[in-house]
């Protein structure tokens, strides 16, 4: 038996195409918010970079670097950041550019599981959501030092940086033997 609901007429028929509008939009809202990822935009030389900001505890001005002698090229140096030390990675060396003459600005502290380092960058630009349709995955031949640290791109050719790579990566990790040697 088929149920037979009353006429509602014209203005009671938008009514209930508004209200299943208005939920299917709710639910489109939400998905969109899962298909998007925050990130911190960072200009190295001319290219633009975005870094997932859950990756990123914070900015920092670059101030009073101190080299660290013996350190791997891509070490900048260290600076004390409330009383911690912090080592600071050079961005350019790290994604294969160039890194001659470079002037850093700023600073992106990265931090992982187990480890915690800054990421020297020419400037810090902004912090905006990025729809992860926007991601396109690397060409075939993109090879290169910084190759492996790439998420994607996107068609306006920022380079998304993979975060876990950049964090995982026990080739940058410095660790000090108990000798003294590292």
Do not use: C, K
Not at 54 to 78: C, D, K, N, W
Not at 80 to 97: E, H, P
């Amino acid at each position: 038996m088929t149920e037979r609901r009353p006429d509602t007429g014209d203005e009671g028929r938008h009514r209930i195409l508004r209200e299943r509008a208005a939920r299917l939009a709710a639910v489109s809202a939400a998905d969109e918010r899962h298909d998007v990822v925050t990130v911190l935009r960072v200009r190295l030389g001319t290219g633009l970079y975005a870094v997932d900001v859950s990756a990123v505890r914070e900015t920092l001005t670059l101030r009073e670097l101190t080299p660290l002698p013996g350190a791997p090229p891509f070490i900048l140096g260290i600076i004390s950041v409330r009383g911690r030390i912090l080592s600071i990675t050079d961005g350019r060396q790290l994604l294969g550019l160039d890194s001659s003459g470079a002037v850093y600005r700023d600073v992106a502290v990265l931090e992982g599981r187990d480890t915690r380092f800054g990421l020297a960058v020419d400037e810090v630009v902004d912090v905006v959501d990025l729809a992860l349709r926007e991601i396109h995955p690397p060409p075939a031949p993109l090879t290169g030092a910084g190759s492996r640290y790439l998420r994607g791109l996107t068609a306006a050719g920022m380079a998304v940086l993979d975060t876990d790579a950049v964090l995982t990566d026990e080739q940058l990790i410095v660790r000090q033997t108990p000798s003294g040697r590292g």
